[in-house]
């Protein structure tokens, strides 16, 4: 039934595109998204994946391309990573507007300058803003579970925005993991041919991309919201289906681990969640009442699955593997706006692993220790705290 | 040719282009041309801003305004999707202003081109960033004003030549490359024709004037378009494989003169010995073209 | 109005912004008067009817002249065509062969047999005209149109007037005259041939008609005035085409001498040839002020006429068996006299003479009174009307070759229609000079179609175009097609078939082509091509524009690049 295998993440990810049959593909190499689209020219060129595969100039023109298809009715997909997100920034904004499903996998990596090819994730946070959904995803599985998931979200004709697929560039796309593969029929059943809701069709010509005046703007973005909000919920029923039909786990908006009666809750996102699941581990043998909440449905934020985990903690500590400069970790100030109108749990955001600065169990330990003393003495904390910072090269 | 009242232009009235818009003209004739089996991709330009306030839209065909800069790679990605789909019979054909073209979208242009998608860019060429009040573009003629290099005790506007998008495109060897201007609006409509039975990409560059730019009354755009024409300095040609295959012979040359002070634009050229001078640079302009051209 | 998803609209939803609220000035077509039109005794619609030729639509073409002129095959052979000389097209290269479009489209009529339509309401009242030449008969043409009981009496055998014995085969058949005539009778005008009046006439007339029209035309020929005239073997122009057309042609001799320059003269002299003589043709003037019409002038020179200009006839003198001898007396031409044309003056002492079997004298036709002395202010030139026809005496009206004026066939069907207009304004206790409104410029041209029903579809402006008011970038020097004819030769002269074998429908359209059809359409498409709002939009394809003033911005390119002049730019009342 079920085919396990062993895969390079970006292989696990191509391989979850080509079951899903889109019908263009465009993308612009950078590392470390490389991987991914490699592997889908060469299911191309050996005939395995019928797509148009459109080699572009740059991230902005596969972006546009991808933005193109879809607006032509056809499901569509692209890949990129710091640099080139930011360059595709323009284009995701303007598909969230327009409000065209497209999918692109966001392969974590920091952003110039200076330049470094290692995994962070400002690249993908950047984006937290346009309307684009965002999935972080843990391993290789997830990877893999949710890219199928991703095309479902997009093309519900409740949502129609654009959704990401976040992995740590290096971490999960250049290792080899377990998959357990998905046979084509399954997911022929979970998602069926792309039916649009409005596309480009000379039998019934439509206007896109009109400009709109100030007397309908704001209605105009509030719809925007609105799916993001309706997707909460769309995403949930997608991750249902998804289990009913091909056995893979509802792992819902986010993941809690340990946090029943957990005073102080750790939360993350991304394949630091692993580390961090294995750092609670060893405390709460040690009995210390730690939990972890893993974020993984970023964007629209579970402020309200957030809240409920939450509430009975004493402390929260937020790991952000970005920063949002002049201000705190993302991440950080969204829990932080989702708990603000509770008195307690006192949260303390810490900001680690920037371009792929590695975090171990210690510094989750020492993390945990830290903010549980804060908690305790009622310290008031401002800001983000920077782990293991090497103050002796400042 | 003409319509009765039930049929329908493709690009309907009600549109808000100033009156006397020389792109408006050349849009029609180009979906008559193309005819409605065919999806229009125009990047942010004057052409989409008066054609899609919100719910006022003049489309009969479907079509898209993504954004500024990527008219072309847009239009490669319908076109890689109707090729998926099987429906190479529809069309795609981006219509986007120099601005576009010449500047912000060359990137994508270039790979458009390059990967040889069957779309036929057309740019209307207005010399300027009209939209946005008249700045200054790559297309902007020698000594035009603009508001962003205007002429001024220092400064006789533009000092850099117009960029030669037409060469930049045929340097990429695509199927076919024309000029073409709004006041002959048949010769643009075979053009475009013309472009539709190629193979692969195909560039048209149409001289659109435009009476709020270059500052004269809305009645004489199609006279100032043929002055042009008629000068040298916008020749009417097309290129195939590398190979000029047709000329608009210009039956008799008006001086450059003529055609700059029906401008306001380069009026301060005007009425004085240097700006003679700089006269005669244009003017040098345009016979170059007519002899490289042989358009006499 | 609920917002759409992604800001997606429908297509073609700008229809709802009606852009035409931005005007300062509208657009309005505004026909102006053609100057070929202004020239045209008749009043054809001449702009009009080509562009109906051109546009293949032949049938509309024919109804278009027929609205003014009931005879467009005759008129298309035997006009002297005044609008050729004002066609503007003229300045630009050659004018439009007009006259031979008429031609056509008449012919085309002729041979499908094409009706006039018979009038909608029929009046009691009855008029009378004497004379069934081309006065008279346009004249019981458009009365009858009008619903008036018409009677055409003639007194030869056979109705037509001059254009029936004044004009020889090779020019006008005598089966076309025929085939125009027939259509008039189809509409109910009685033509009554052989009818003898006498003076009495113009009272009893009245009894029986509201009003009578006097077409009796110029019969008799001016004499030379000199010794001999009256020798045997001097004979009449008139007299001798005359004879010609009822079968019995004088006898000529070998060697015939014509005096005269105008039409008759000419025609004299190339039925001479054709009958077997050879012609010679004396006039006192040079070519120039020859008053026939100059390509007929060519046409008699190209068959073998020898024309000798600057020649006065002195007198004729009777050889002993052997013809007369006609004596002449060489001219230079001298200063102008009061009729505006410069005056032969004889050359003393250049005496010579022609020897010939016969000399026509073919210098001018005069009003023959035939008793009808009441009119006070008879004169040679015929009886003085006023412009509309009216004699003086009530009821009683003039026109055509009877009155002074231009003698032309084209002439003649101007003020036959001008009186019907009068006749009509007399019956009905109108002051005539209420038809003034249909004039068309200042020469005399007048609008039937506009008296019998006005279009208020266009503007109309009294404004004649001409050739600055035209944007003529748009046409293409071309020259005129050349009417195709019988080839010079020997072939030619030994009969009297048609001499002009008439275009086809290819060359007229490629002729018709040429027009610039000053102050009205000529389906150039212009408006349309330019206009950058689509406004403008038309249900039928052989028709002018109209203008879709819900829309139209008033940018004024179809104004400024209109060829012909037809759009004014009109401040938009507020």
């Known amino acids: 039934m079920e085919k396990m295998e062993i895969l390079e993440g970006s292989m696990a990810v191509a391989v979850a595109v080509k079951a899903c049959k889109p019908g263009v593909i465009s993308a612009y190499p950078i590392s470390p998204q490389t991987h991914i689209v490699e592997a889908l020219a060469k299911m191309v060129a050996d005939g395995e994946l019928n797509s148009q595969y459109v080699l572009s100039d740059s991230e902005f023109s596969a972006a546009s391309i991808v933005y193109g298809a879809s607006a032509a009715g056809v499901r569509s997909y692209t890949a990129s990573s710091s640099q080139g997100l930011l360059l595709m920034t323009e284009v995701i904004y303007n598909a969230a507007g327009t409000r065209l499903p497209m999918v692109l996998t966001g392969v974590n990596r920091a952003i110039s300058a200076p330049i470094s090819i290692q995994v962070d994730h400002q690249d993908t946070l950047s984006l937290r803003d346009s309307g684009l959904i965002q999935f972080y995803v843990e391993s290789a599985q997830e990877a893999y579970d949710m890219h199928i998931q991703a095309f479902r979200i997009a093309e519900d004709p409740e949502v129609l925005l654009p959704v990401m697929i976040c992995m740590d560039g290096w971490v999960l796309t250049h290792s080899y993991e377990p998959v357990e593969l998905i046979p084509q029929k399954a997911v022929d059943a979970f998602l069926p041919s792309y039916r649009p809701v409005h596309c480009l069709d000379p039998e019934h010509p439509l206007t896109f991309g009109s400009y709109a005046e100030d007397d309908v703007l704001m209605e105009l973005k509030y719809m925007i919201q609105g799916a993001m909000e309706k997707a909460k919920e769309r995403i949930g029923v997608v991750a249902s289906d998804f289990q009913r039909i091909t056995g893979h786990p509802d792992a819902g908006l986010i993941e809690a681990y340990g946090t029943e009666r957990a005073e102080v809750i750790l939360v993350g996102m991304g394949s630091l969640v692993g580390t961090m699941k294995e750092a609670v581990d060893a405390m709460r043998s040690d009995g210390i009442p730690v939990g972890l909440v893993k974020v993984r449905c970023y964007r629209p934020f579970p402020a309200e699955a957030i809240l409920e985990i939450c509430r009975s903690a004493s402390a929260v500590a937020v790991l952000d593997r970005g920063f949002s400069m002049g201000s705190e970790g993302p991440l950080s100030l969204d829990v932080k706006a989702a708990l603000c109108n509770l008195e307690r749990p006192r949260i303390f955001s810490f900001i680690a692993g920037l371009a792929g600065r590695e975090i171990t169990t210690e510094t989750i330990q020492k993390i945990t220790a830290e903010t549980m003393e804060a908690a305790k003495s009622r310290r008031v904390v401002r800001g983000s705290q920077w782990v293991d910072l090497n103050r002796s090269i400042l | ?296 | 109005m609920r917002t759409s998803i992604g800001a997606v609209v429908e297509g073609g939803t700008s229809l709802n912004y009606k852009t035409g609220n931005w005007r300062e000035f509208r657009p309005v077509f505004v026909a102006g008067i053609a100057p070929c039109r202004e020239s045209c005794p008749a009043g054809i619609d001449i702009a009009r009817f080509i562009r109906e030729v051109k546009s293949q639509q032949f049938d509309r073409a024919w109804q278009t002249i027929v609205e003014e002129n009931p005879f467009p095959s005759v008129c298309g052979r035997v006009c002297s065509h005044p609008c050729e000389e004002a066609c503007n097209r003229k300045e630009f290269d050659e004018p439009l062969a007009i006259n031979s479009l008429e031609r056509f489209v008449g012919d085309h009529g002729l041979k499908n047999a094409m009706m006039v339509a018979a009038p909608k309401a029929e009046r009691r009242e009855r008029v009378a005209i004497v004379g069934s030449g081309p006065a008279g008969l346009s004249c019981a043409y458009h009365l009858r149109r009008l619903g008036y009981g018409v009677k055409v009496l003639e007194r030869s055998p056979s109705a037509g007037g001059i254009l029936r014995w004044g004009i020889p085969e090779y020019r006008l058949p005598g089966t076309i005259l025929d085939g125009e005539i027939e259509r008039l009778s189809r509409i109910g005008i009685e033509i009554e041939p052989r009818v003898s009046l006498g003076t009495e006439f113009l009272a009893d007339g009245l009894k029986d008609f509201s009003a009578i029209f006097l077409a009796l035309g110029a019969q008799r020929e001016l004499g030379l005035g000199i010794p001999g005239e009256n020798s045997p073997g001097v004979v009449s122009g008139l007299d001798f085409l005359r004879g010609v057309n009822e079968g019995r042609p004088a006898e000529l001799g070998k060697r015939v001498v014509v005096i005269g320059g105008g039409n008759t003269a000419i025609d004299v002299a190339r039925t001479a040839l054709r009958l077997g003589s050879r012609s010679t043709l004396i006039y006192r003037r040079t070519r120039k002020e020859m008053p026939a019409i100059p390509s007929e002038v060519e046409e008699t020179r190209k068959e073998g006429v020898e024309i000798q200009f600057l020649a006065s006839p002195v007198g004729i003198t009777a050889q002993k068996g052997q013809g007369l001898r006609l004596e002449c007396l060489r001219n230079r031409m001298g200063k102008s006299g009061p009729d505006g044309r410069r005056r032969p003056v004889p050359i003393e002492g250049s005496n010579f003479s022609i020897e010939s079997d016969t000399i026509v004298v073919a210098i001018g036709a005069v009003v023959d009174p035939q008793g009808l002395t009441q009119f006070p202010q008879w004169t040679e030139a015929g009886i003085a009307v006023d412009e509309w026809g009216s004699t003086g005496l009530p009821g009683i009206f003039a026109g055509g070759d009877f009155t002074p004026g231009p003698r032309t066939v084209s002439h003649a069907i101007g003020s036959g229609k001008k009186a019907a207009l009068a006749i009509d304004a007399f019956i009905n206790g109108r002051d005539k000079d209420h038809a003034k409104s249909v004039f068309l410029g200042n020469r005399g041209s007048l609008s039937m179609e506009d008296w019998i029903q006005p279009s208020p579809m266009v503007g109309r402006s009294d404004r004649v175009i001409a050739y600055q008011d035209l944007n003529r970038l748009y046409f293409e020097p071309r020259p005129r097609e050349g009417m195709p004819q019988i080839p010079n030769g020997a072939g030619r002269i030994a009969s009297f078939d048609e001499v002009n074998l008439g275009f086809s429908g290819e060359i007229a359209i490629q002729e018709a082509e040429r027009c610039f059809a000053c102050g009205t359409c000529s389906l150039c498409e212009n408006c349309y091509t330019f206009c950058p709002d689509g406004s403008l939009w038309r249900e039928d394809p052989h028709e002018p524009f109209e203008i879709d003033y819900e829309f139209c911005k008033g940018c004024g390119i179809c104004a400024h690049e209109c060829p012909s002049r037809f759009i004014e730019m009109v401040r938009e009342e507020k």
């Open chain 2, 1 to 296: 040719m003409a319509p009765t009242k039930d049929e329908q232009e493709l690009f309907a009235p009600g549109h808000r282009a100033c009156p006397g818009c020389g792109e408006a003209i050349a849009t029609r004739w180009i979906l008559k041309a193309t005819g409605a089996n065919v999806i229009i991709v125009s990047p942010t330009g004057c052409l989409e801003t008066f054609s899609s306030p919100y719910m006022f839209s003049p489309w009969r065909v479907p079509w898209v305004h993504p954004l500024f800069e990527n008219g072309a790679a847009v239009a490669s990605g319908i076109e890689a999707a109707l090729r998926y789909k099987g429906r190479s019979d529809i069309r795609v054909v981006v219509i986007g202003g120099d601005g576009a073209t010449f500047d912000i979208g060359m990137g994508g242009l270039s790979g458009m081109f390059e990967r040889g998608h069957p779309v036929p860019y057309i740019c209307y060429d207005n010399e300027a960033y009209m939209n946005t009040g008249v700045q200054r573009c790559s297309s902007t003629p020698l000594f035009a004003s603009t508001t962003t290099q205007p002429a001024g005790r220092k400064s006789w506007g533009k000092d850099r030549p117009k960029k030669n998008m037409p060469a930049i495109a045929m340097a990429h060897d695509i199927d076919y490359v024309a000029t073409a201007s709004a006041s002959y609006p048949k010769d643009l409509h075979d053009k475009v024709e013309r472009a539709l039975t190629m193979e692969g990409p195909s560039y048209i560059q149409v001289h659109t004037p435009c009476c709020t730019g270059w500052g004269f009354p809305p009645e004489k755009t199609i006279e100032i378009g043929r002055l042009a024409v008629n000068t040298g300095l916008a020749p009417l040609f097309e290129m195939e494989a590398g190979e000029v295959t047709s000329v608009h012979r210009i039956a008799k040359k008006v001086p450059v003169k003529e055609y700059l002070m029906a401008q306001s634009r380069f009026k301060h050229l005007m009425g004085s010995e240097e700006g003679r001078k700089e006269v005669e640079k244009i003017q040098r302009v345009a016979d170059r073209n007519i002899e490289r051209l042989g358009l006499l």
